[in-house]
Each structure stands twice: as structure tokens, then as C-alpha cells.
């Protein structure tokens, strides 16, 4: 599906490009984000309680404990919701603006056409 009033804006795929780098480098940034906002409610926040509540949780525990469970989250992401992205990234890519469908349309026509020449039955 072509857009006619886009046509003469777009230039290519600079701004895709930009936009997949910055989506990819902020999983790493927001990682490292996250980290420090770990840190930073150990020291403001969840340090008294645990004093009072849980004196055997040291700092490494804590920290141990939210790196596990980040894996587990990713580990999750890696089997639940990475698939259905591709599914969903697949049908889009299918569905709008494909060269390669348009490609593959044309081959299938002339394949037909020889076929028929042929006199060969498709499937």
C-alpha cells in the first residue's frame, strides 16, 4: 500500500534506521537504569525495613535478588513475547508496502504462464 501524499517526504531509511538503534540501545540503557534505581531504593527505602523485617538480607542478597528476577523476566520476554512481536512485525511487513510480495506475485504469474505452456498442473 503506497501512501501518495507521503511519497515526496520520505528519504529513505535514515529515520527507520534511527529509530532501531535508539530502540535497541535503550534496552541496554534502561537496564543500567534500572539498576541504579535498585541501588538507590536499597539505600532510601527498603534498608530500614529489612533491618527490622528481614536482618539477613545484606545489600549482595538484595542485589543478587533483582538480578535473578530481571533474568527471569528476560528469559520470559525471550519465550512469550519476542514470537508474537515477529508474528505480528511479519504480518505487517506482509501486508503493507512489501517489494518482495510484489516480486514473488510477479514470479508466480509467469510461473503459471509457463505451466499452462507447458500444459503442467499446478498444485
Wanted: proline share 4%; aromatic share 14%; hydrophobic share 45%.
Amino acid at each position: 500500500m503506497k501512501i501518495p501524499i507521503l511519497n515526496k517526504y520520505y528519504g529513505g531509511s535514515y529515520l527507520g534506521g534511527i529509530l532501531d538503534t535508539y530502540g535497541r540501545a535503550s534496552m541496554i540503557i534502561s537496564g543500567i537504569q534500572f539498576m541504579f534505581v535498585v541501588v538507590i531504593l536499597y539505600t532510601t527505602s527498603a534498608s530500614p525495613y529489612f533491618e527490622l523485617y528481614a536482618p539477613w538480607m545484606t545489600f549482595t542478597m538484595y542485589l543478587l535478588i533483582s538480578i535473578v528476577s530481571i533474568l527471569v523476566l528476560l528469559i520470559i520476554t525471550r519465550l512469550l513475547i519476542v514470537p508474537s512481536a515477529y508474528t505480528f512485525y511479519n504480518k505487517q511487513v506482509w501486508t503493507n508496502n512489501n517489494p518482495i510480495r510484489d516480486k514473488l506475485e510477479k514470479l508466480e504469474e509467469n510461473q503459471k504462464k509457463i505451466m499452462e505452456k507447458l500444459g503442467i498442473e499446478g498444485k
